[in-house]
Structures are given as structure tokens and as C-alpha cells.
């Protein structure tokens, strides 16, 4: 079933949808990288968790 945008709650807001571009654009304003090192940093970690993709993001690219 598709997702329905128009119901609002909790559930989608703790992952990251690879497959819609405002997600990803969001993210990757917010962490300051690129939308290849978020599609990446999904694939590596295996999972579409904000906060798990936010560690592995912030280490990776650490300055």
C-alpha cells in the first residue's frame, strides 16, 4: 500500500525513505553532506534509522 502523506503521526519520522527525494534533500542539508553519502551511509549501515544514520554519517565524514 502506498504511503498516504495526509495522515500524520509519529512512525515515519524516525526513519529515512531513500526513495523520496525531500527526505534524502532534508537529511543532507541538515548533516551537511552529500545525497550520494546518505544513500551510501543506508546501504552500509543496512538500516534507514535517523539516529543510526546520523552517527555513521558524522563519523565518516568528522573534520
Not at 35 to 52: E, L, M, P
Amino acid at each position: 500500500m502506498a504511503d498516504n502523506k495526509t495522515i500524520r503521526d509519529g512512525r515515519d519520522r524516525s526513519k529515512v525513505s531513500g526513495s523520496e527525494k525531500y527526505e534524502l534533500q532534508y537529511f543532507k542539508e541538515k548533516l551537511g553532506v552529500s545525497s550520494q553519502a546518505v544513500t551510501g551511509a543506508i546501504k552500509a549501515t543496512g538500516s534507514n534509522d535517523r539516529k543510526t544514520l546520523e552517527q555513521y554519517l558524522k563519523k565518516r565524514h568528522a573534520k
